[in-house]
């Protein structure tokens, strides 16, 4: 059984920055791609970013591209996404999962992620 801890989030302002941490036990961590999700109020859950096993590629949303970096420690089973310059509608519950897939079409889609986290809320405000 996999189990994965999201934490890191908060209220925060416009601007500002957020790293959040995903820590995972229960599978071989090292050996999956990593991707993290998010879900505002009344929306879908959607596609932030994704990283190899290895940590060698990075996938991101176009929304977040800039601003969100996505990188892991396999020692520590741990995927952090580090956020900044944060905009209101970056609020969300987030969520990490591990996948699979290895390629980068594959890992930005929901279906191909199969545990999931509690989710740590973050909530900019303007």
């Known amino acids: 059984q996999v189990q994965l801890v999201e934490s890191g989030g908060g209220l925060v302002q416009a601007g500002d920055s957020l790293r959040l941490s995903c820590a995972a036990s229960g599978r071989t961590f090292s050996r999956v791609a990593m991707g993290w999700f998010r879900q505002a109020p009344g929306k879908e859950r959607e596609f932030v970013g994704a990283i190899t096993w290895s940590g060698g590629r990075t996938y991101y949303a176009d929304s977040v591209k800039g601003r969100f970096t996505i990188s892991r420690d396999n020692a520590k089973s741990t995927v952090y996404l580090q956020m900044n310059s944060l905009k209101p509608e970056d609020t969300a519950v987030y969520y990490c999962?591990?996948?699979?897939?290895?390629?980068?079409?594959?890992?930005?889609?929901?279906?191909?992620?199969?545990?999931w986290g509690q989710g740590t809320q973050v909530t900019v405000s303007s």
């Open positions: 999962a591990p996948s699979g897939a290895t390629m980068g079409r594959y890992l930005t889609r929901e279906d191909k992620y199969d545990y």
